[in-house]
């Protein structure tokens, strides 16, 4: 193994230099969680419109890995429908786990994370943020199909 | 506790170093350089080859068989018991019950004891550098009986902060239990001031030994504890292996933990009676090889002495707390080395201790990070989790030297 597999140029620029890292206040959608193992935290934030992710942001410290992991992720889904999130973080843990060949144009910087997987105890920092955002945006799925049989 | 001045005769590492055959393997092309310790230790030879000894030639139950494996096992079992009890002062190797470790004997003692004796009211004082196995324990008893916990704060330097204990120790405390070497801060408590305090006010102690026993000399009569639980995979025994001391008229009085074969005398429809202490408490089959495996741990660190393996580790924890303010770590925990041990807890230069941890992996150098289990000591702290070294009797100054300069790797690869 080398160092840098894992701690790839853009990994730490995303650390150093995190993207969307504010708050995001009238966000509709929000989620905290943390890696009780390590003390990571996170809290994704998103304003959805029409469906779509109009805009996030996450809070949170920790570790290089789960934090780049979050800056990347805000960009990879902005601008994306809940939908095709929900899909992306399907196959950013697809790819963690070592399954699922990851596809350049989707995935963006987020392929600089690859290298984790062979760090096996880092994957769930990782794995963090997108955690968060499932739960974000599922939280979103659960009032839109609860809505119909009113409340 | 009180430290000794005079310094013994070093240990002689180098010949340590040669029971120890982990430590000649590599990790990553390089040398293995073990700093944790603190989390488990390494095993020696003289351990491993007891183990299968025991398995080669005196494999049986104990306390049952009516045939020569039988009386063997049981003889070698027993036989642990009383070097356990020795190495620790107890009056008698009846105070010694064995236990998968120290997290499984503070449970015992919240349930065997506290589910009896503890009343709505009842006030448990704890203090915020416990490991969690002395907190939760206490939570689900004071759940189960109304008693409620109370804390001693913490200084800046990491020690108990007893200017207020007055107050927090009273009629009302039944038990104080207190760890004797925090296994996230380092800190020695001086546990034998505490017992007195207890004592004072009717209340017993409790110490969590699991850091402490390894590494200092102990004598449960002259510390005047109550109760003291140790994990026997930390002090070079086999995991799963380790007991608690505990003054025998409290073991007797204590209700039964685990119920089962080998505890009882008589069993009706209704109700059961139960052996004598210490075997009311060992139901079914116990880890039998690791315990005798724990006696040669026992026999292996009375060779070195106890005072000699705390000599040793005050001055290799003082070279590495020096190295490492020196590099630029910040230490979490006492730096006064008569205060403390080789639990060494420390941030450098902001690199989150899990990608610290990465890099030193790479180097060669295992040291344990996140919360150690103590997050309440984090917390104290503003720290999510920190980086830990700690140090053995087969530690050296080069391994120390090692560390700092995977340090210096990390640094390069954060660019800080």
């Known amino acids: 193994m080398a160092l840098e597999d894992i701690y790839k140029e853009v990994i730490l620029d995303h650390y150093k230099n995190p993207r969307n890292k504010r708050e995001l206040p009238g966000a509709e959608l929000s989620c905290s969680r943390n890696n009780p193992l390590c003390g990571d935290e996170i809290t994704v934030f998103v304003h959805q419109e029409d469906g779509r992710v109009a805009d996030i942001a996450f809070q949170g410290s920790g570790c290089s890995i789960s934090q780049s992991s979050a800056s990347m992720m805000t960009e990879a889904v902005k601008g994306r429908t809940l939908g095709e999130a929900l899909e992306l973080a399907a196959s950013f843990r697809g790819m963690m786990a070592g399954e699922v060949e990851p596809d350049e144009d989707a995935f963006g910087d987020l392929i600089a994370l690859k290298g984790v997987v062979k760090y096996p105890i880092r994957i769930k920092c990782a794995v963090l943020a997108w955690d968060v955002l499932q739960e974000a945006l599922e939280g979103a799925g659960e009032a839109a199909s609860r809505s119909p049989h009113g409340a | ?310 000599a040793h580790e005050e001055e290799l924890t003082a070279y590495a707390l020096e190295r490492l303010v020196e590099a630029g770590a910040r230490i979490i925990g006492p730096t006064d080395v008569s205060v403390r041990g080789g639990e060494i807890s420390f941030w450098y230069r902001d690199i989150h201790p899990h990608d610290l941890a990465t890099v030193l992996n790479e180097e060669g150098v295992a040291i344990r990070a996140g919360h150690h289990c103590a997050q309440l000591v984090m917390r104290r702290f503003g720290v999510p989790a920190t980086a830990r070294a700690s140090l053995y009797v087969y530690n050296t100054r080069e391994e120390v030297d090692a560390l700092v300069a995977a340090l210096e790797r990390a640094r390069a690869v954060f660019g800080v």
């Open chain 2, 1 to 310: 506790m009180s430290v000794t001045r005079e310094r013994p005769a070093a240990l002689d590492v180098a010949r340590i170093r040669q029971d120890f055959p982990i430590l000649s393997r590599t990790v990553e092309g390089k040398p293995l350089v073990y700093l944790d310790s603190a989390a488990t230790s390494q095993k020696p030879r003289q351990v491993l080859a007891c183990l299968q000894e025991f398995y080669e030639r005196h494999n049986a139950n104990v306390h049952r068989g009516i045939y020569l494996l039988s009386e063997e096992a049981t003889e070698l079992y027993e036989g642990a018991r009383a070097k356990v009890a020795a190495f620790l002062g107890a009056p008698d190797p009846s105070c010694i019950v064995f236990t998968r470790g120290t997290t499984e004997s503070i449970n015992l003692v919240a349930y065997a004891w506290g589910r009896k004796f503890l009343r709505e009211g009842d006030e448990i004082l704890l203090t915020e550098m416990e490991h969690h196995s002395n907190i939760v324990p206490w939570q689900l008893a004071a759940r189960a009986t109304g008693a409620r916990l109370r804390y001693v704060p913490l200084t800046d330097d990491g020690l108990l902060d007893l200017s207020d204990l007055g107050s927090l120790l009273t009629e009302r405390t039944r038990l104080f239990a207190v760890t004797g070497m925090s296994n996230a801060l380092g800190t020695l408590n001086p546990v034998r001031a505490l017992a007195d305090a207890a004592h004072a006010v009717g209340a017993l102690l409790l110490v969590d030994g699991a850091q402490l026993v390894p590494h200092h000399p102990v004598d449960v009569v002259a510390l005047d504890c109550d109760f003291l639980a140790f994990s026997g995979h930390k002090m070079l025994g086999p995991t799963a292996s380790g007991g608690l001391y505990a003054r025998r008229e409290l073991l007797e009085a204590m209700d039964p933990f685990l119920g089962g074969g080998e505890m009882i005398l008589e069993v009706f429809p209704d109700r059961s009676t139960y052996k004598e202490p210490p075997y009311k408490f060992e139901a079914g089959t116990m880890n039998i090889a690791q315990e005798v495996g724990l006696g040669a741990a026992v026999d292996y660190l009375t060779g070195l002495g106890m005072e000699n393996v705390r």
